[in-house]
């Protein structure tokens, strides 16, 4: 019979702990992103894009469809930010990973719930502009990667 995988015994493992000195030397070089700074950005595009929809269409309607697609991010995403960085979240990792994937749930929920409303509160609703609206707020994702924080001079 063939092996496939060695055994790990087989193997010496060339992964080492970092000592609590390292793990903090890491965090201060590579700080993490807020997520409420990825909502603000979000708040920030969301705003333009209706903005712009309204300016280029002339139209009240397309304005607002826009700006339910950004809500459709932007709500969802607030909540979700609350949620993990609340104080629930950080007791320990297994209510940090729990903590995540209910919060991403009710994130999924509040953005179906928020398109479903656009359809019946908005009269002629621009499909369209709503997911123009939708897809550029979520983009903030994207780019607020690009935008790290500096790591703090020591």
């Not at 793990?23 to 700080?31: C, D, G």
Request: proline share 5%.
């Amino acid at each position: 019979m063939v092996t496939i995988a060695p055994d790990a015994g087989d193997e010496e493992s060339d992964f080492t702990p970092l000592t609590a000195a390292e793990a903090h030397a890491l965090r201060e070089k590579h700080p993490s992103i807020s997520p409420w700074w990825v909502v603000l950005g979000q708040i920030g595009v969301g705003v333009l894009v209706t903005l712009i929809a309204w300016a280029v269409t002339g139209s009240q309607t397309v304005g607002l469809s826009a700006a339910c697609g950004a809500l459709a991010v932007i709500v969802p995403a607030a909540l979700f930010a609350r949620g993990v960085t609340g104080q629930f979240a950080s007791v320990n990792a297994g209510s940090a990973v729990m903590s995540f994937f209910l919060w991403e749930l009710v994130k999924i929920l509040v953005t179906v719930g928020i398109l479903l409303a656009a359809q019946r509160l908005v009269m002629g609703l621009s499909w369209p502009a709503m997911l123009v609206g939708l897809v550029v707020t979520m983009k903030v994702y994207w780019i607020a990667l690009g935008f790290k924080r500096k790591p703090r001079p020591v």
